[in-house]
């Protein structure tokens, strides 16, 4: 189970969110652009540290036992790029490495998991090679690596074909069967066909602060109608947060090791 309590999303930290998601399903963060989607991500990986509240995954409280959370969770972030000089099989092994998972027991999972999504020819490639669904379909196979029960996915099918952002869902449908899964997306129709449950954030800016406020306004059967009238009802915004570097090789890994989230960046770049 991964449990928000109390947890600032926004630049507002007393707009707080609070949510249970028991094990089992697949959870949709539903939201239009500048929502918080990604940041809300980011505090349940560990890869962003709460200003406020704490986040529980599986009975472990992510601040004071981060090696023992993140053992129980894969994390896939928006921004994934994956050395592209590197081969399919020469990065999954990387990424095992920097998680502390040992070689046999990765090896395995890797033929196990590539034979499911028709990589398993494509091991000795490079990622540079790759087309952009299977390259979509290695960011779910690292987050994969060391067997999670938990995966949390930002934006899985982004930027992907019709056809393409099909075949991930029916990916995702069958890691569900023995995990649980949260994705966000800002895609209606493909977030109802895909979740059991969805969770509906929307942003503001504060009239009395002026600051950037998040709030879960909803969390609903993926099946309710009613998801359809508060989607339609929200608004896209830029979100305020401050720029950010741009990297040409960015790689975010929950280590095991450390506890930490492992960020690799090169040449990067300040953004205008």
């Known amino acids: 189970m991964i449990e928000a309590r109390n947890i600032a999303i926004g630049q507002n930290i007393e707009k707080t969110v609070c949510f249970k998601l028991p094990n089992g399903k697949i959870y949709g963060i539903l939201g ?3 929502s918080g989607k990604s940041t809300l991500l980011r505090l349940l990986s560990g890869s962003l540290s709460p200003r406020c509240g704490a986040v529980i995954i599986n009975g472990f409280d992510l601040q004071k036992e981060p090696v023992s959370a993140k053992k129980c ?38 033929r196990e998991l590539t034979e499911l999504t028709d990589l398993d020819t494509k091991l000795d490639r490079l990622i540079q090679k790759l087309t952009a669904e299977e390259k979509a379909k290695l960011g779910i196979l690292q987050a994969c690596i060391g067997n999670p029960d938990i995966l949390l996915l930002d934006d ?23 995990k649980t899964l949260i994705v966000t997306g800002s895609e209606l129709e493909q977030m109802q066909e895909l979740c059991d449950d969805l969770l509906i954030l929307a942003a503001k800016k504060s009239e009395a ?13 993926g099946n309710d109608p009613e998801v359809q009238v ?19 090789k960015r790689i975010g890994i929950l280590s095991e090791q450390s506890g930490s989230c492992e960020t ?9």
């Open 32 to 34: 239009k652009k500048g």
């Open 209 to 221: 602060s002026g600051k950037f406020e998040v709030e879960l306004v909803a969390e609903l059967d």
């Open 264 to 272: 690799v960046d090169e040449n990067e770049e300040e953004e205008g």
């Open 156 to 178: 899985p099918t982004r930027g992907l074909t019709p056809r393409a952002k099909q075949n991930i869902c029916a990916f995702l449908r069958h890691l569900a069967k023995t």
């Open 73 to 110: 969770i894969g994390y896939l972030p928006q921004d994934f790029a994956p050395y592209e000089e590197m081969t399919v099989m020469e990065f999954l092994l990387f990424v095992a490495d920097a998680k502390n998972v040992s070689y046999g027991r990765t090896v395995k999972q890797i």
């Open 230 to 248: 508060i989607f339609d009802s929200l608004v896209a915004l830029e979100s305020p947060e401050t720029p950010r570097k741009k990297a040409s």
